[in-house]
């Protein structure tokens, strides 16, 4: 079947420091992958996405590759702030109108 | 642009009661989502429709859960009646077409559910 593995939290973490989620995916064919956040109070949000084998997806400073030989799609920032303190979600979905399956989630919080 | 919206955001009830839970989905997403959020955990889909046919409920406890989206518009969730395990936050979700390889859905705040 189709899953999500990520790493367990709580990440905690000193602001300005590098940050590393990651991300492990189980899917048949070739899936297209993803990074929710769900900051405190709110609903949760896309983040990044990357729908192919080495693509590379991006926003506010977040980066994460889509690994097809590792099957992983890490996230990344280099510099964290108090403001990234939030539950990160990886996420697939295997085929064009097939419902996200998701991980875990990973809490961060950044402290100043 | 108004976000998905979602009423109560918080219910507690004893076991066996029953709730509802309402969404009103982005205008003109034809798609809307139900999922499942147990603490700890991320979500479950529970049930997926495309206007007002359902794509996907297999997994919907049908026993207990039913959901409906009578004008392709805005989306009813009820458990009747309640199990303990029920507790959760019941998240919507909406997107202009299905899923697609954008993943782009657009989710409500939750509404959270005690069951005593």
């Known amino acids: 079947g189709n899953s999500v593995t990520q790493m367990e939290g709580p990440v905690t973490l000193s602001e300005e420091a590098f940050l590393t989620i990651n991300c492990t995916y189980t899917a048949t064919g070739y899936p297209s992958l993803f990074w929710y956040v769900q900051y405190p109070g709110e609903g949760l949000q896309l983040l990044l996405k990357?729908?192919?084998?080495?693509d590379k997806g991006s926003n506010k400073g977040f980066e994460a590759t889509y690994r097809k030989e590792t099957t992983s799609f890490h996230l990344e920032k280099g510099s964290v702030q108090v403001s990234d303190s939030a539950v990160y979600f990886c996420a697939l979905t295997p085929s064009g109108n097939t419902p996200l399956v998701f991980g875990k989630g990973t809490r961060l919080s950044v402290i100043a | 642009e108004a976000g998905v919206a979602q009423s109560p955001r918080y219910k507690i009830i004893e076991k066996r009661q029953s709730v509802a839970f309402w969404c009103n989905p982005i205008s003109g997403h034809a798609t809307l989502y139900w999922y499942q959020q147990i603490l700890g955990q991320g979500p479950k889909l529970l049930i997926q429709?495309?206007?007002?046919?359902?794509?996907?409920d297999s997994q919907l406890p049908k026993d207990r859960f039913s959901a409906e989206r009578l004008k392709g518009v805005d989306s009813t969730l009820k458990i009747q009646p309640a199990k303990l395990e029920d507790s959760a936050v019941y998240l919507c979700a909406s997107s202009l077409g299905g899923t697609g390889r954008t993943g782009e859905l657009f989710f409500g705040e939750g509404s959270r559910l005690t069951v005593l």
């Open positions: 990357a729908t192919k084998a080495d």
């Open positions: 429709f495309q206007n007002n046919g359902v794509v996907d």
